[in-house]
């Protein structure tokens, strides 16, 4: 057994919550900005337009088929191209995490949107409202409320697949563990440490879903 | 900004070596296939036995396979290669850790096929334990009436059943593997994503080598996806499932 000294824990701290925040920008933009754009696509593969509901089908089994690490890559290769000046990991992780994610939180929005009795939508359209009143103020509201277990359970995953911007040598809180265990020359204590933090949070925000799906399943 | 495009690139030498970067893909492929087969063969017999005592009757058995779940299920996967690369050899014997860390042949890739493995069984077990949640009590009821022991009962008359519900959704976890074994670029695997990042570095062709890298990451699940299928179509008892297609 190897010699451990815990108390690099102490000093690490600052830099980790540095690194906590940035983790945690990074899963709130990319899970609202993913919610949204989601929810488009979910509007574009329900639609009765062919070419359109093609077109988002194919984006979202396209990168629901590629292994984030590569998409990481790809969008840290390309958005240079297209912007014409290089961008930061971070920004890049940022764009590239709501793009990725848009694609998942559609599979779920397109359920929820289903999952809205059919009788929802002839009621609303007897009522006189028009496509665009009937989505937003009946369909969409009730699809969020059922999918909301999911929609929390998906940025779950969402919160941990974010240390894979380590690829790219964005400054995570992996990063930071990584960066102070290098300086330190205490890697495997900050490795203990990234670790523990991440199952302290993803336990605890599972236990909460749960909690919470419980509720959602009482009330409806 | 102006993108030289060069197709050829891939039967060109690499700057350092006698190599193509087409040997280098090749390689890639082989060590990606290597360690989701290893770690798929794992996660089934673990995720099986685990998902089985998740629903046994005795309490703490129950729990300790939702730890099982939980503990793998909370952790990024990313950091958990770093657990069993850094972290899981200095808890070993001294004796043991040193051979760990200075002679183990094929190290990156034992650690990697063991993380990606036990993270897999937990979701595998999860899918098991759904699986052998929608039998009907009367079957185990039955079998233990017929005076089958509860692991004859478990061996002969829930798993066999259970298992054929569970196969669509095991082979998306399949797929998952193909996808998530990526990962294991970070420990050193010289996998097809770690090929990938040296070929782009190296040849300065990063389309064209993510473009083919992309590309066998598709044959791998799209043949992971048809495997699963076959198998069960060749398992299929008929009517036993109710084919909703």
Known sequence: MGEFDFTVWGPSLPFIRDGLLFTLRLTLIAMSGGIFFGTLLALARLSPF?????????????????PLVLVILWFFLVIPFITGTPVGAETSAII??????????????????????????WAAQALGLTQAQTMIHVVLPQALRNMLPVLLTQTIVLFQDTSLVYAIGAKDMLKAADVVGKNYNRPVEMIVLSALIYFAICFSLSLAVRQLQKRVAIVR | MNYHWNWGVFGEQVKAGEETYLDWLITGLGWTLAVSLAAWLLALLIGIAVGALRTAPSRPIALLGTAWVELFRNIPLLVQMFLWFFVVPEFLPPDWGLWVKQEMPAKEFATAALCLGFFTSARVAEQVRAGIGSLPRGQRDAALALGLTLPQAYRHVILPQALRIVIPPLTSEFMNVFKNSSIAFAIGVMELTFQARQMQEDSEQGIETYLAVTLLYFICAFTANRGMAWIEARTRVPGLIARTS
């Open chain 1, 50 to 66: 062919k070419p359109l509901s093609l077109a988002a089908g194919a984006y979202v089994d396209t990168m629901r088929s590629i």
């Open chain 1, 96 to 121: 590239t995490f709501t793009a990725f994610e848009a694609a998942f939180y559609c599979e779920i929005m397109r359920s929820g949107i289903q999952s809205v009795p059919r009788g929802q939508v």
